[in-house]
């Protein structure tokens, strides 16, 4: 029998990992404050936010991947809660209004990697029918998206101008 998620352990195994990636960015001098969203900008998705110069600032989803080093694939949600009967609720990968980029972090290495998540959308877009799929059942409800190639999201974090060229990609160790 497949494995039932629970998001609330889901988040808990990744809170290390989210404040290593936490201060890793507040050591940036390019950076004036990094700190976590209020509980309204974490419901929409925001994991933490760089305020920068001009008073603006910078929002980060954060995802831990504890299988890709397995497997060579990212997951990349598309529907967050898949119902039969009643309306879903669209995922991260298309809810984007809310934050800037989104932070990839290899678990069992400690590798970040940080894409524009406008750039990640549209090759997820432009590329969609070539992508593998993923279903997993949650408690009540099953989300759905795409799996996408490791090589790629470290090309796009590379490639696109990932907030700046020293940004995408660094290496750091969660506090366990």
Same mark, same amino acid.
């Given at each position: 029998? !497949?494995?039932? +998620? ?5 988040? *808990? %195994?990744?809170?290390?990992?989210? *404040? &290593? ?6 050591g ?5 404050? @990094?700190? +976590? !969203? ?5 419901? #929409?998705? =925001?994991?933490?936010? &760089?305020?920068? *110069?001009?008073?603006? #600032? ?10 890709? $080093? ?5 997951p990349?949600? @598309? /529907?967050?809660? %898949? ?14 209004? $809310?934050?800037? +980029? /989104? &932070? +990839? ?6 590798e @970040?990697? =940080? ?6 959308? &549209?090759?997820? /877009?432009?590329?969609?029918? %070539? ?14 998206? @795409?799996?996408? !190639?490791? #090589? /790629?999201?470290?090309? =796009?974090?590379?490639?696109?101008? #990932?907030?700046? *060229?020293?940004?995408?990609f ?7």
């Open positions: 029998m !497949p494995k039932v +998620y629970d998001f609330r352990e889901r988040n *808990e %195994a990744q809170e290390g990992y989210v *404040e &290593a990636f936490r201060q890793y960015l507040s940036r001098s390019d950076l004036i404050r @990094v700190y +976590y !969203p209020t509980k309204e900008q974490d419901l #929409s998705g =925001i994991d933490l936010i &760089a305020d920068i *110069e001009n008073s603006d #600032s910078i929002n980060f989803q954060v995802k831990t991947d504890f299988q890709v $080093h397995k497997t060579d694939f990212l990349y949600e @598309v /529907i967050s809660q %898949a119902y039969v009967q009643k309306t879903s609720v669209i995922g991260w990968g298309f809810n984007i209004e $809310h934050f800037d +980029y /989104i &932070a +990839y972090i290899n678990a069992q290495d400690g @970040v990697f =940080i894409c524009d998540i406008e750039n990640l959308a &549209a090759w997820v /877009i432009d590329n969609f029918g %070539a992508l593998r799929t993923f279903v997993a059942k949650n408690k009540g409800y099953f989300t759905l998206g @795409v799996l996408l !190639p490791f #090589s /790629i999201v470290r090309k =796009i974090a590379f490639s696109t101008g #990932s907030l700046q *060229e020293t940004i995408a660094k290496n750091i160790k969660s506090k366990e």
